[in-house]
């Protein structure tokens, strides 16, 4: 069974917003860094935004004052709340979690969802 799931992905216009979500099957989030990274066509994977594993979110200068990232506990969820996007947005977005450090990377990931497709057109 996969263990990450992203949703919430789709087409939206510029300007508009959308709520990607990150679940967990068979684990528990506590403990663990997550965060979320993205990747356009012919461009290396980069990070957009985690929560530490001491709970502190941290943002890409590119998303920053537009997306935030939450969780919720109970449902083992991860969201990142994305406004005001722009065509520059339009990526395959990926969830990842760690439990191995304070923060999780491409290279310390311990899980990864099979990505959520954004498409924003102008």
């Known amino acids: 069974e996969v263990q990450l799931v992203e949703s919430g992905g789709g087409l939206v216009q510029a300007g508009g917003s959308l709520r990607l979500s990150c679940t967990s099957s068979?684990?528990?989030?506590?403990?663990?860094?997550v965060g979320w990274f993205r990747q356009a066509p012919g461009k290396e994977r980069v990070e957009v935004s985690q929560?530490?594993?001491?709970?502190?979110?941290y943002y890409a200068d590119s998303v920053k004052g537009r997306f935030i990232i939450t969780s919720d506990a109970a449902k083992n969820a991860v969201y990142l709340q994305m406004n005001s996007l722009k065509p520059e947005d339009t990526a395959v977005y990926y969830c990842?979690?760690?439990?191995?450090?304070?923060?999780?990377?491409?290279?310390?990931?311990?899980?990864w969802g099979q990505g959520t497709q954004v498409t924003v057109s102008s």
């Open positions: 068979g684990f528990s989030f506590a403990g663990y860094a």
């Open positions: 929560i530490g594993r001491d709970g502190g979110t």
């Open positions: 990842a979690a760690t439990s191995s450090n304070w923060y999780v990377d491409e290279s310390n990931a311990e899980y």
